[in-house]
């Protein structure tokens, strides 16, 4: 039986952010993410499809980290709120 990725819930109290990466920069940008402890987590739906979520308080570290983080990793995508 194969297992089917799933969406992570996120709460009221949440945002969150998609971002598309290469598949080989998912390991670097969740190894930046958890280095900021209780900044966010990340969840990978497939590949380089990536769901970060964070406490709505923190909003302004976690676009101001993503920003930071376009210029160091090529080709990364933060996707418009839908």
């Known amino acids: ?3 089917k990725a799933v969406a992570p819930m996120i709460g009221d109290q949440m ?3 998609r971002v598309l990466v290469h598949a080989p920069d998912v390991v670097f940008l969740k190894g930046i993410i958890d280095a900021h402890e209780g ?3 990340v969840f990978a739906e497939r590949g380089g499809e990536l769901t ?6 923190q909003i302004r570290a976690l676009d ?4 930071e983080l376009r210029n160091e990793i090529s080709g ?4 418009a709120d839908d």
Do not use: F, N
Request: zero cysteines.
């Open 39 to 41: 900044l966010a987590q």
């Open 64 to 67: 101001g980290l993503l920003a």
């Open 76 to 79: 990364m995508q933060v996707l």
């Open 15 to 17: 945002i969150a952010r």
């Open 52 to 57: 970060i979520a964070a406490p709505v308080a």
């Open 1 to 3: 039986m194969s297992k």
